[in-house]
């Protein structure tokens, strides 16, 4: 072989392997773009249903309360709870949602692999099915939203199962489904959708949440005692004894009082012995022996003194 048909050769050689060693680098972050776009893509997924749900959860959460301070007779900036308040109060719930809400989160997608794995990719392909199916999309979703009802009638009305599932199909049915279906037309209909849902979601979890704070606060009313519900969204069942603040001498015969709250300089206590609400001044009272969340004995219930005077 001639010296010119050898560098021939060997030239040809060296541009093959740079061209592959450059093709290698060229698909190994391609790779890596790809594992990372289905991460962020999987996150904006989760984020794209529990954000919607998690804003319109907090923005019922504030009627909630407004129900919770209703039973005592007062509104809540007359405690002094406004939305920053409540807010405050709230991170400690917020971080224990989290802390519970990411295990749980991953224990769900773990379930769902492990299940189409186990069901041989069958599990995958239904739930890929239906969302392929536009109508059959659609008709689980408006039958979902219209379930997310069910919190806002029962908050005017007592309504039984029977009545509530047909009022949610019809709903669904009617006025959801043909939306939804037209929706799922295009990428940013979908995404509407998602929000829609969600934050549908997050309002039917709202007046669920408003039923049992009022139930929660009924009960504080007549036992004295917070359950934990209540404490989860900021209410502080704390008990103390009024002295007056010129001679520090016992008010309302050294009895307990709830502590409401407090603004314009007043203090809003609940008698729970009288079943009462009152206001007095902060510069007149003093709290002393105070109690966050005292345990009662076995039976006991407000209105001792109430019912002696009714009687």
Excluded: H
Aim: net charge negative; aromatic share 10%.
């Amino acid at each position: 072989m001639s010296p010119l048909r050898s560098g021939v050769v060997i030239d040809q050689g060296i541009v093959a392997e740079q061209n592959s060693n450059s093709a290698a680098a060229v698909s190994s972050p391609a790779e890596e773009d790809g594992e990372r776009g289905s991460v962020i893509a999987l996150l904006e997924r989760v984020a794209s249903v529990v954000l919607p749900i998690g804003v319109a959860l907090y923005a019922v959460l504030y009627l909630g309360v407004e129900e919770i301070y209703s039973t005592f007779g007062i509104n809540p900036q007359q405690a002094g709870i406004d939305q920053s308040v409540l807010f405050s109060r709230l991170m400690s719930t917020l971080i224990l949602v989290l802390l519970l809400g990411i295990p749980t989160l991953g224990l769900v997608i773990g379930l769902g692999w492990l299940i189409d794995k186990i069901s041989f990719g069958t599990a995958g392909r239904v739930v890929r099915g239906i969302r392929e199916r536009p109508w059959v999309a659609a008709l689980f979703a408006a039958l979902w939203c219209g379930a997310t009802y069910w919190g806002f009638y029962n908050f005017f009305a007592d309504l039984d199962l029977t009545v509530m599932v047909v009022t949610a199909v019809g709903l669904g049915v009617l006025t959801f489904l043909i939306p939804f279906r037209l929706l799922r037309r295009k990428p940013v209909g979908r995404a509407g959708l998602k929000v829609i849902v969600g934050g549908l979601t997050g309002l039917g979890l709202g007046f669920l949440l408003i039923l049992n704070l009022a139930s929660a606060a009924v009960e504080v009313q007549e036992t004295g005692q917070a359950n934990l519900l209540l404490s989860t969204v900021g209410f502080q069942d704390q008990w103390t004894v009024l002295t007056n603040a010129e001679d520090d001498k016992p008010l309302y015969d050294g009895r307990w009082m709830m502590l409401l709250g407090e603004s314009d300089g007043t203090y809003i206590f609940y008698d729970c012995d009288k079943l009462e609400t009152f206001r007095r001044p902060m510069e007149t009272t003093n709290l002393t022996q105070l109690q966050l969340d005292p345990e009662r004995e076995s039976g006991f219930a407000c209105g001792a003194l109430a019912n002696q005077e009714a009687s």
